[in-house]
Structures are given as C-alpha cells and as structure tokens.
C-alpha cells in the first residue's frame, strides 16, 4: 500500500488499503466465530461484531485517508487491535503486537507471518499442520459469489489441499 502510494499510484494505494480492510474484518469474523456473509451484507454484519465498536472507526479513517501515509498510520493502529484480540483468544503464546519497518524499507506493519508461524505451531491436527499449502478456506481466496456459492465447482477446488 505505501509503495504504490510512495510512487505515485495512489488509485492502487487506496485500493490495496480497502483489500486490507477487507482481509482485517474477514479476520475479526474467524476470531469471533461468525459468519462472514457476502459482500453485500459483510459492513452490516461486521456492525455487529463485538470488536466493531473499537476497530470499525478506525476501518473508517483507512478508507478516507487522503494519503498513503496516513492510510498507513490507521493500518498500523488496527494491526495493533487485531494482534491484541488474536492474544485474547489465548490460542497461542503471547504475541508481540510490535510495529516496525517492512524489512529496510520505510513501510510500517506488524510483520502478520509472525501471527501465521506461532499459530500454525499451535495446530495440534497433524494433518491440517502438514498441509503443504496453507491457503485458508475457500473464502478466503475466492472472491466471487457465483463459485462460493456452488457447491461443485467449489468441490473441484479440495485438489489444492492435497
């Protein structure tokens, strides 16, 4: 998101800034345990969720930041939200909810692939550990309602779980 916008794209800036909004609230439905409907009903279902009243406004000032860099500050205070409710969870260790630079780049994150490795180590199935290539469900990846919403053409796709 802060390199588009370092270089000049800011229209892929934003958009990378509402992808990343998007994954955060899809991240807030499996920490909750709900449901996260399609697109058309996702905001008002994600109202709901307990951890809205905190992050929602700050979902909101990523969406109307007027530059990357200030995109960028309310990402990293819902980094920091989210990596606090992943601890609150108690599913793994205590995480450090840390921000710091994008390897020798200027750009702030929290470094998610820490959550990712901590947490895959706390996956008690051997088989869902040894999964080669951990990709999520398919709504994670998918974003289109037609293939989510068949249950054949999303049978097709269990080939990349094996």
Same mark, same amino acid.
């Given at each position: 998101?802060?390199? =588009? ?5 800011? $229209?892929?800036?934003?958009?990378? !800034? !509402?992808?990343? $909004? ?22 008002? !279902? ?11 406004? $700050?979902?909101?000032?990523?969406? %109307? &930041? ?6 960028? %500050? ?6 920091? +939200? *989210? ?5 609150? *969870? &108690?599913?793994?260790?205590? #995480? ?8 020798? /780049? ?5 470094? !998610?692939?820490?959550?990712?490795? #901590? #947490?895959?180590?706390? +996956?008690?199935?051997?088989? $869902? /550990? ?13 974003? =289109?309602?037609? *293939?989510?919403?068949?249950? %054949?053409?999303? &049978?097709?796709?269990? +080939?990349?779980? %094996?």
């Amino acid at each position: 998101m802060g390199r =588009c916008g370092d270089a000049g794209d800011e $229209v892929g800036s934003h958009i990378i !800034a !509402a992808r990343l $909004v998007r994954d955060m609230m899809k991240l807030s439905f499996l920490m909750e345990k709900k449901y996260a409907p399609y697109n058309k009903w996702f905001g008002s !279902a994600f109202k709901k969720l307990k951890i809205a009243k905190k992050l929602l406004p $700050v979902l909101n000032n990523i969406l %109307k &930041g007027a530059d990357w860099q200030n995109r960028e %500050k309310y990402l990293c205070e819902a980094f920091v +939200i *989210l990596g606090e409710m992943h601890n609150d *969870l &108690g599913i793994t260790e205590h #995480i450090d909810v840390k921000i710091s630079n994008f390897f020798e /780049r200027p750009y702030r994150v929290i470094n !998610a692939g820490r959550f990712a490795e #901590i #947490i895959k180590k706390a +996956i008690n199935n051997e088989e $869902v /550990r040894n999964i080669k290539f951990p990709i999520g469900s398919v709504d994670q990846f998918i974003d =289109c309602t037609d *293939l989510s919403d068949n249950i %054949k053409l999303t &049978g097709l796709l269990t +080939i990349l779980y %094996k």
